[in-house]
């Protein structure tokens, strides 16, 4: 199919006729500005095709604000050596007419051929949509959809799938798939899509798996009631023995005579604990007599320790006061140095503080004059600033405003010279004394006048003559310049001015002070950013810190002539160094005094104790308390070698009883006690619970329920293996068919296959993309990377949608299927790289194929190899 002409007629922007002819067989590039009108001319070429001539959904066709229009599209096109030309009109004239060489059809029967011829259908009611527009849809790409195939696809899959059986035979036909899908809905009835049970199958699995479950219960408890049994025998044997023998009593018995035992063992451990108390006692005292003894015996060596003590605190509190003169000089003259550091940091810093107010004084006084030379600026800035706004005020008018001013001045001038051309020119030249009146007003001498409106000449004596001026245009030009007058007038009285140059005036003396206003601002900003009142307040400020610099520098004396001042750092240095020598001083004669006192009180004490040592050595009441202390050390010896035999011979008593063993003995007869008791007693109740359960399993008839579940079971079972040999053999069945069909497919997917890696090979070398079974491009593999073609970048996706509808075309190409490639504004998110690699499909296949390329960047496609259409052109 080659398109050649396209004609519309009041469709939307386009309300006169416009033309597109010329069109080439192959590639054509179409372009022009935004709004220029080329999607209006693919939706066009849509309308012509997809909407019905007498559907009520196409206003958007209409010219805008024009509810008259029939909008009409003319269509010459060529098609297996036939010449087809197809006439459709929407809305007011609804109308479809097509020529085939010389045959012609019109209406429906129109529309039903060329849906027919391209693969595509009608909305039985409504605006057509994707759903409708089969091949088509897929061929003609509107703007920004480039990317989106999957649709497309679906929408055109039949009329594909058509061609395809066409090239390589009925492979696919429809039998087969009717046969697999009725396979598959008996299985789907059976087994889910994970081969699952479902339905009556699922049912009889779980109703088989309950009887089973119930089978095993009863069974179970069948097993449990004859344990049961067994068990109450065992039980009535061992409850019967032990009420006979009563074996706790036995261990009652045992229980007594140990706890008998044991308290005879606790009376003597009583016993051994008071004698070992009474033994810790005697040794105690025989301890203490002992230091005493050696407490005595000491006295003579502590005698001689106090004389030597004595005689060295003597000898270091002589040595102590003689260093007495060394200290107090050094005190003496460290005092001294320390007052003279004083002194003279005293003059550095008086020194030091005229110094700096000499300093401050001096830059106070630059500051000053700095400052008042700015003021005396400032204040003639300040009023060439007030000048340049009162100038601003007076002179204020607006450059739109005298803009405006100018363009009604000067259309008022054109239509003045307009209407003096069409204008009917009266002229008059009266005899002295002669006379006529127009419109009422007198005319005597000679003169002329020009009448734009009907006028009354009254000539005396004679009478009126009406003078009514021709043309169509007059009555508009005394209109038109009625009204520019009269804006005139009220913008010249609105602005304050007689005349334009008068306005331009003011617009230049107001323009003028604005520049003043802003260099004279810029100044006074330079030498008082902050106004002239803080420049004032900063002066006076100033001023007062320099009068009190002076003062306080009159105040300040100055050093005595011929006196060595240091420097303020040197002066403070000495200052601290002789503090420091002071703070030395000072602490070393607190610490002689302190050392001197301690060397005393060590004397004293040392004296004191040697005094009380020598008293009581010669005392008498010393030599009685030597006698009476042996023979008390004497007495406890005799007592505790009396208490230790008997502690010996008792604990050999104690240790053949085994204390510990009699405990245990107690633990255990008491636990034996208690464990027979409570045995005895589990059996009792257990024997009971037992009786009461064997009653009621007896009743429910177990083995008559376990004979019931097992024929339903067995009957389950049987209806369960008749679905599940169906289930499965209907799985097979349904596997092997689909295995075969996928072959076919396979087959029909060749040749689509085919063309598509023709194209991709130009793209992207070395990758592949695959079709699926709808014919839908999926996999796309490039090198290591695996993934789907939606998975790409946006850029990516329309270039790989374009080359698979080029695939699509070349398939219906070899099928004798029309093709026409239509692209709006495509390809605009390619890089250049990729770009080129297009231009080079492109242009392959306008080798087969008619395509029209819409675009708004004619400079991105000037190499594709073809003479461009300028939409903009035709239109002029």
């Not at 405990?663 to 636990?671: A, G, K, S, T, V």
Request: some cysteine; aromatic content about 4%.
């Amino acid at each position: 199919m080659k398109l050649q002409r396209i004609r519309i007629e009041h469709l939307r922007q386009f309300r006169q006729p416009f033309v597109l002819g010329g069109l080439q067989p192959g590639l054509n590039l179409i372009h022009g500005p935004n709004e220029s009108g080329k999607s209006t001319l693919v939706r066009a070429i849509r309308a012509a095709f997809f909407e019905r001539y007498r559907s009520t959904a196409v206003d958007d066709l209409r010219p805008w604000g024009d509810s008259a229009a029939a909008p009409t599209i003319e269509l010459d096109f060529e098609h297996q050596g036939q010449l087809w030309r197809l006439t459709k009109s929407f809305l007011q004239r609804k109308r479809c007419d097509l020529t085939v060489g010389t045959d012609s059809y019109s209406e429906d029967d129109a529309e039903e051929k060329l849906a027919e011829l391209l693969g595509y259908q009608y909305p039985k009611r409504g605006v057509s949509k994707a759903e409708h527009w089969g091949i088509p849809g897929l061929l003609w790409v509107e703007q920004g959809t480039g990317q989106d195939l999957e649709q497309s696809v679906e929408h055109a899959g039949d009329h594909l799938k058509s061609a395809l059986n066409s090239l390589v035979g009925e492979v696919a036909s429809s039998g087969g798939d009717e046969l697999i899908d009725a396979i598959r809905a008996q299985r789907d009835t059976l087994l889910t899509g994970t081969g699952k049970p479902r339905g009556d199958y699922l049912q009889l699995e779980r109703d088989r798996a309950q009887h089973q479950q119930d089978i095993a219960e009863l069974g179970d408890r069948i097993v449990g009631y004859q344990e049961q049994v067994d068990r109450l025998g065992k039980l009535s044997q061992d409850y019967e023995r032990a009420q006979s023998e009563r074996p706790w009593e036995e261990a009652q018995r045992q229980l007594e005579q140990t706890r008998a035992r044991y308290q005879q063992v606790e009376r003597l451990e009583q016993q051994q604990s008071q004698e070992k108390a009474t033994l810790a006692q005697l040794q105690q005292n025989h301890r203490l007599l002992q230091q005493n003894k050696e407490h005595q015996d000491s006295l003579g060596r502590q005698l001689v320790a106090r004389k030597t003590e004595l005689d060295k605190a003597e000898k270091e509190l002589s040595l102590a006061q003689q260093q007495a003169p060394v200290v107090a000089n050094r005190l003496s003259d460290a005092k001294a140095a320390y007052a003279a550091a004083e002194k003279k940091i005293k003059l550095a810093r008086l020194l030091e503080t005229r110094g700096r107010l000499e300093v401050d004084i001096q830059r106070l006084e630059q500051q000053e004059q700095l400052l008042t030379r700015n003021l005396t600026k400032a204040r003639d800035y300040q009023n060439q600033v007030d000048q340049a706004r009162q100038q601003l005020g007076v002179n204020r008018i607006g450059a739109a405003d005298v803009k405006r001013l100018k363009q009604v001045a000067h259309q008022l001038n054109e239509a003045s010279i307009r209407s003096s051309t069409i204008a009917t020119r009266l002229s008059w030249q009266l005899e002295p004394g002669a006379a006529l009146s127009l419109n009422d007003e007198p005319l005597e001498g000679q003169g002329e006048q020009q009448l734009l409106e009907e006028s009354s000449l009254s000539v005396p004596g004679v009478g009126t003559l009406v003078i009514a001026p021709g043309g169509d245009e007059l009555a508009s030009t005394r209109r038109k310049l009625k009204t520019l007058q009269q804006t005139f007038d009220d913008q010249r009285t609105a602005m304050g001015v007689d005349t334009v140059e008068q306005a331009e005036d003011r617009l230049l003396a107001f323009e003028a002070a604005e520049q003043a206003l802003k260099h004279a601002e810029e100044l006074l900003n330079q030498v008082a950013p902050s106004g002239v009142a803080l420049l004032l307040s900063s002066q006076s400020q100033v001023e007062s810190e320099l009068e009190s610099a002076k003062v306080q520098l009159q105040a300040t004396p100055r050093p005595e002539q011929g006196e060595s001042v240091p420097a303020l750092a040197e002066a403070e240095a000495a200052l601290v160094r002789a503090g420091k020598e002071l703070d030395e001083a000072e602490s070393g004669e607190r610490g002689y005094q302190n050392e001197l006192l301690i060397r005393k009180q060590a004397r004293e004490n040392a004296k004191a104790e040697w005094q009380r040592l020598a008293d009581e050595e010669q005392s008498p009441e010393r030599q009685q308390q030597l006698q009476a202390l042996a023979q008390d050390l004497e007495n406890s010896v005799k007592q505790t070698v009396q208490l230790e035999a008997s502690l010996d011979n008792r604990e050999r008593e104690i240790r053949d009883a085994r204390p510990d063993l009699l405990l245990q003995d107690i633990e255990r007869y008491q636990n034996t006690i208690n464990t027979l008791r409570q045995t005895q007693e589990s059996r009792e109740r257990e024997l009971r619970d037992i009786r009461v359960r064997l009653e009621a399993w007896g009743a429910e008839g177990l083995e008559e329920q376990l004979n019931d579940k097992q024929a339903e079971l067995e009957q389950c079972n049987r209806r369960y293996l008749e679905l599940d040999r169906r289930a499965r053999a209907l799985d097979l069945l349904l596997t092997l068919l689909t295995e075969k069909r996928q072959a076919l497919t396979r087959r029909l997917q060749a040749p689509l296959q085919k063309h598509l890696d023709h194209y991709l090979s130009v793209l992207f070398p070395q990758a592949t993309l695959e079709v699926d079974e709808q014919l839908r491009p999926g996999t796309f593999t490039r090198g290591a990377e695996l993934g789907q073609m939606n998975e790409l970048s946006f850029g990516a996706r329309e270039q790989m949608g374009l080359i698979s509808r080029l695939a699509y075309a070349d398939l219906l190409r070899d099928a004798g299927r029309p093709t026409l490639v239509i692209l709006d504004d495509t390809l605009v998110h390619s890089d250049r790289g990729r770009l080129e690699d297009m231009k080079r499909i492109l242009f392959d296949a306008a080798s087969r194929h008619q395509i029209l390329l819409f675009t708004c960047h004619p400079e991105k496609w000037q190499d594709l190899g073809v003479p461009p259409v300028d939409i903009q052109a035709l239109k002029g």
